[in-house]
């Protein structure tokens, strides 16, 4: 296992359309975390989940945004009719329990034209 | 709500030379854990040390080093020896270490090594 894997790397949509984002975490690590990274600024948390338990959302995850773990393994974030402002890096990271050291993916770049 | 801030947006040092980071943190709570996470360009995010807040010791890892001062609520990050591979983004970060488990980041210091 070499850590934790986002794909797409790179997405470029037009404003509107859906994206669908997935990250691998490193396996058995049973916490999931969801950041988003705009140009300038420190990552922001979005959301996390314990196994496939989504256990706290931000209030920067609007209606338009859904994330899931269906099986406790891998995770999907969702974004529905994007805007301008979606355009970030968005970070996954997992962690082996609670409280235990976050590694972070590299990030998949989304940007909204 | 629990704040961190860095205000230095960017520094430049010496290969060779020491370079202090700094960050400042805001939380009414007691337990808790600090960060300094280290973004190369295009590259992910990794840790480079953890400080826990009961701990009056400061924390230590190789070359890097910090500075906690719990009351005065500053944690800055000392580099001995600056490599060319120390350049990158630098984030202080908070985790609380009662509430749940989400970090809060600065906004980050951009460290320039100079050879």
């Known amino acids: 296992d070499t850590g934790v894997s986002q794909d797409p790397r790179h997405k470029i949509t037009k404003r509107g359309q859906n994206v669908t984002f997935r990250c691998d975490p490193i396996?058995?690590?049973?916490?999931l975390y969801w950041y988003r990274q705009t140009l300038g600024q420190g990552p922001e948390f979005l959301t996390y989940f314990q196994n496939e338990a989504q256990l706290e959302k931000s209030r920067l995850l609007s209606d338009r945004f859904s994330a899931e773990r269906p099986k406790g393994s891998f995770s999907t974030l969702e974004i529905q009719r994007t805007e301008q402002g979606d355009s970030a890096m968005y970070l996954c990271?997992?962690?082996?329990?609670?409280?235990?050291?976050?590694?972070f993916g590299p990030g998949t770049r989304l940007t909204v034209l | 709500a629990q704040t961190v801030t860095q205000s230095q947006p960017e520094m430049s040092v010496q290969e060779a030379e020491t370079v202090t980071l700094s960050c400042t943190y805001d939380t009414s709570e007691s337990d808790y854990y600090l960060f300094w996470y280290k973004q190369p360009p295009s590259r992910q995010m990794i840790l480079v040390i953890r400080?826990?807040?009961?701990?009056?010791q400061n924390a230590t890892e190789n070359r890097f080093s910090v500075n906690f001062q719990k009351a005065a609520k500053s944690f800055s990050l000392k580099i001995s020896d600056s490599q060319l591979g120390d350049a990158a983004m630098y984030f202080c970060?908070?985790?609380?270490?009662?509430?749940?488990?989400?970090?809060?980041f600065g906004k980050g210091t951009r460290l320039h090594i100079l050879p």
């Open positions: 400080q826990e807040a009961y701990k009056q």
């Open positions: 970060a908070y985790r609380s270490a009662l509430r749940d488990d989400k970090i809060i």
């Open positions: 396996s058995e690590h049973n916490r």
């Open positions: 990271a997992s962690s082996l329990w609670t409280g235990g050291e976050q590694f």
